[in-house]
Each structure stands twice: as C-alpha cells, then as structure tokens.
C-alpha cells in the first residue's frame, strides 16, 4: 500500500477512513491485569470457554491476595475496641470553639456564657483555666466545682450546672485506606441551615462531628480498608477500633471527635468484595466520566448524558454503568457487536488500568459477574458502536467526501 498512489483525492481519503476505523489494538497495562493480578481479580482476561463457567472466582481471587485482619478475624461482636480507655472515647465531649453556660444560681460573677478556647480550657474569673477540650460536659462542671472550692471561694458549691449552647465544627486529619485522605472540617452548620430556636435552647448536640462523618467526608473507606483496627489518635494516645460491625448492619458506637484528633485507616492490601456497598462510612456514591458520542456534539444533554447518569450509587457494577450510559440496546443489527471500556486507577499503587468488554459477551454468559468489575471513584467509561454502525458512518463520510469532490 506505502507504494501505490492514489489520483482521486475521495478514494484514497476513503481508504484512509476504512484504515483508520479498523480493530483497535488491545490496550497495555504495567499491572497484571489480564491474569487477574491487578486490584480487582474481576478486571482479568474473559476465560473463552462458556462451559467452565461452572462457579465464580473473582471474591476468592481477591482475597487470596490479603494480609491478615490486625484486629484478629474472631473478634465478638460486641467487643468494638480492642485498646484504650472505652469510657475516654464515650458521650458528647467538648472541642475548642464550642459554646458553654455556666450557671451558679445567684452569683453573677462565675455564671455566664463561655468558649472553649484554642488551649482546650474554659477560662472561668478569679481561678485557673480549667480543662475542657475532650471531656463531658459533667467532667468540666466537676472540675469547675472542685477549683471554686480550692480556692476558698466556697466551702460548699451549691448546684450548678454547664450546659452546650452550640458545637463549633472539628478539624482533624483522616489517613490510610480511604479514597481522599486529608484534614477535613465536619460537624459546622451552614448560616442558612441555622435554626433559631435551637441556638437559644441548652444542651445541643451532634452527629456530625462523628467518626463516620469524619471518614466520609474524606472520601469514604477503600475496598482495602482493614475495618479490624482503625486507629485514632488523641492528645498522644492511640485508641484502636473495631469497625467491622458497620459493614454487618451492626449498631457499632460512633465516636464523637474533637479538633486534633488523627484517624488512620490501615490496609489489608488487596480487594474486599465484602466492602463495596453503601454504608455510613462508604463513599456516597460515585461521579462516572462517560463517553458515548458517535458523532461529535454541542454537549452532554443532547446525547442523553447528564446529572442523573453520571452519578450511581456506591456498589455498582461496570455494565450496569455502561447501561445507565445509553451503551446496550437496540437494533441487534447494528448494536449488538457494541463493547465498552473502563479507564480506573488502583488506588494503592496510583497505577491506572484499562480493559474492553463486549456487551453481548457479557450478556450471554453465566459467570458474567466474575468479569464485571465493581466502579470506583474517578472510574471513566468509554463506548464504542458495533461494526455495523461504523461502517455506516465510514459511508456517511465517503458519500459526503464523494459529494465534494463533484463540486467544480
């Protein structure tokens, strides 16, 4: 062909489109993804043989490749922590910003509104700052009660009281096996979602400046996350948690974090199955990039691509995906040779993976669910027409390059 020349300027253009549309080649990756050594077992070469679709391997294949739970695989279900003081991590406990009232029944002096300052005390007149950042309410007033005496401003406190007015919201710094690991701001309330009557009431409260927030907000537990031991780090102390309850539908204790607390979520270095659902501490979902244009377009809204397709909830598969992007159906004529590929990346090694499966390959068998590859955050999907349809679209283009070549 590099020897032959071509005079008619629309056949050999013609030619070079038939060249151009031919079988791409397969693509190339550094991990061993055809063999299934990659992050998930599911991404592997489709075995040709229909008949020994007799079982499915993929979660076996995954979780051959794990390390051992640090927490032990025959923990009871009850038993949430595996180290620290259990009492320390319990009940709503204070963080600088927060907004307190102390009351003393008839004495002005000490009774009036206090902020948690950036020390982590409460600074009350005429005695020394008192500790507050990671106690209870009640640890406070106690400790409150025992300086009053102390420095003889009592011989006996009468009642008193300190109450939360309003929670500031907590930095701390999530890490590990969770898809976006950085310090994260949770538990503020936006100026617009302020309700008036409960910033005048005492005594509020909180859930959103829990452990699962926290992990949430830092983009949801990977399926690698080792649940067993998840540590948390306050004031120089490591407490070790047992989150595995979680994933089981278990009423796990959800502990309330204050500002300078560090979450580390430790990986047990290969793909759980079990993980990859939605769950208080899962990602919230996930934001697909798709392709599905066979001709070029003004946008996404004209080819059906918008807000409702690219969002799919935390679990979803690779076809069911390639479906929610207009891929499958049709005329079996022209659609049915369609195929689809996944750009994702492994979140471990930050190495990226690319595989092609044809959408009525994976119709017609049985163990198409050992070959559909779970969706992760930042997951890209691309479809491709069938032969039929190409080949319409390589007429398309002759027979308007012909039209051209007419003109004088």
């Known amino acids: 062909m590099s020897g032959k020349v071509f005079r008619n300027g629309a056949s050999g253009l013609a030619l070079s489109v038939v060249v151009a549309c031919a079988a791409p080649q397969s693509a190339d990756n550094l ?31 995954n979780a051959a490749k794990c390390r051992p739970a640090i927490g032990g695989d025959n923990l009871l279900s009850n038993q949430k922590y595996t180290s620290g003081d259990l009492y320390a991590l319990r ?8 907004l307190v009232e102390f009351r003393l029944p008839e004495d002005e002096t000490f009774s009036g509104d206090y902020v948690v300052s950036r020390d982590g005390t409460v600074k009350l007149p005429f005695i020394a700052p008192v500790p507050a950042a990671g106690r209870t309410p009640d640890q406070v ?12 401003h009592y011989a006996e406190v009468p009642l008193m009281s300190l109450l939360i007015k309003d929670l500031a919201p907590v930095r701390v710094g999530v890490s590990g096996a969770v898809f976006e690991a950085r310090p994260t701001d949770i538990g ?16 509020a409260s909180t859930e959103g400046r829990n452990l699962s927030v926290a992990l949430r907000s830092a983009g949801g537990i990977r399926p690698d ?6 540590r948390l780090t306050r004031a120089g ?52 990039y798709l392709s599905n244009l066979t001709q070029p377009a003004t946008g996404n809204a004209p080819s059906a691509i918008g807000q409702t397709v690219r969002e799919v909830p935390y679990g979803t598969r690779f076809m069911q995906a390639v479906v929610d992007a207009n891929c499958v159906g049709g005329a079996r004529a022209t659609s049915a040779d369609r195929s689809a590929a996944l750009f994702s990346r492994n979140p471990v090694t930050a190495v990226s993976a690319v595989i ?29 027409d069938s032969g039929v349809t190409n080949l319409a679209e390589i007429g398309r283009v002759i027979g308007v390059i012909g039209a051209v070549s007419l003109l004088p």
Not at 36 to 55: L, N, V
Not at 246 to 265: K, P, Q, S
Not at 356 to 372: H, I, L
């Open 225 to 230: 996350a080792d649940l067993s031991a998840v």
């Open 188 to 203: 503020g309330v936006a100026g617009d979602m302020v309700d008036d009557r409960r910033q005048a009431a005492l005594g």
């Open 91 to 98: 009940g709503e406990l204070l963080s600088r910003g927060d």
């Open 31 to 61: 991990e061993p993804v055809a063999i299934g050594g990659a992050y998930q077992a599911q991404y592997r070469q489709i075995d040709t043989d229909r008949d020994a679709a007799q079982f499915l391997q993929s979660a076996t294949m």
């Open 237 to 288: 102390r490591n407490y070790t948690l047992d989150l595995r309850g979680v994933m089981r539908g278990e009423n796990v204790d959800d502990i309330m974090l204050i500002t300078g607390d560090e979450v580390h979520v430790p990986s047990r270095e290969c793909f759980q199955d079990d993980l990859m659902k939605p769950s208080p501490i899962s990602p919230p979902g996930i934001s697909l």
């Open 356 to 384: 092609e499966r044809k959408v009525e390959v994976m119709r017609s068998r049985a163990d198409r669910d050992d070959y559909d590859p779970y969706l992760l955050p930042g997951d890209a999907i691309a479809c491709y």
């Open 141 to 152: 007033a106690g400790a409150i009660r025992r300086a009053l005496i102390n420095d003889g």
